[in-house]
């Protein structure tokens, strides 16, 4: 597995590439933002982990032109910053996992084979449109109308969506969310769902439109056109 390293702090950098290096994996270290847009943007990688504080340009501005880019490889973010609106910020510019340092390095490994099983195996076909109510998902056009109205949404916010409509009539727990959305099963993130649900239902809840997002109290959450 290629593995692309963004880190300014020398002994940090020094020590991750050492124990990704002794558990088989090919990693490629940069220490500065610049410099690593210019090798993410030339080359491919199976997995990037980057620091949110970087010099030349900051792990969320560079995951911002990686996205618009429409570079797809899974970002994993280490920060020292560990509160809730530090991960969401992260989260909704972009990366698909945090970790917030100081780390368990055994964690590490695990979340980076979590995020290349996820995203580098072959997934089984889905319908590409998806509707509730006046709701519909144009997955093939990334579009989202209610009603034919143009709905904007976060990356994560379409991923929520998407969750939820893929099961819809029925109860998605916390858990199934975390892993399909976030990539973990950590209940450390079970706020982001409340904020990210919240979001969404301030999105696709238009005035006289049908409230179509259900609460299922200590189950999870169902999307549905039934009262």
């Excluded at 055994?106 to 509730?132: T, Y």
């Excluded at 009603?147 to 727990?173: A, F, H, P, R, T």
Aim: proline share 2%; net charge negative.
């Amino acid at each position: 597995m290629d593995i692309l390293l963004i880190e300014d702090d020398v002994n940090i950098g020094n020590s991750l590439t050492k124990g990704l290096t002794e558990e088989g994996f090919s990693t490629t270290w940069v220490k500065n933002g610049l410099d690593a847009r210019d090798v993410i943007f030339n080359e491919k990688w199976d997995v990037i982990i980057m620091d949110i504080m970087l010099p030349g340009l900051t792990g969320i501005q560079l995951c911002e032109m990686v996205r618009f880019k429409k570079i797809s490889t899974p970002i994993l973010m280490l920060s020292a910053l560990d509160e809730v609106d530090d991960k969401i910020n992260a989260l909704d510019k972009g990366a698909d996992d945090y970790l917030s340092k100081p780390f368990n390095f055994k964690e590490l490994i695990s979340r980076i084979n979590a995020l290349h099983r996820r995203f580098h195996q072959k997934m089984p076909s889905e319908s590409e449109i998806l509707s509730c109510d006046t709701l519909v998902v144009n997955k093939t056009k990334n579009k989202i109308t209610r009603s034919g109205v143009d709905i904007q949404l976060s990356s994560k916010e379409y991923m929520l969506l998407c969750c939820l409509l893929d099961e819809k009539d029925k109860v998605v727990s916390r858990t199934r969310i975390l892993e399909q959305v976030w990539h973990t099963n950590l209940d450390t993130y079970t706020n982001i769902i409340d904020v990210y649900i919240s979001y969404l239902r301030n999105k696709i809840d238009l005035p006289n439109e049908k409230k179509i997002i259900k609460t299922i109290k200590g189950r999870g959450y169902m999307i549905t056109e039934s009262e």
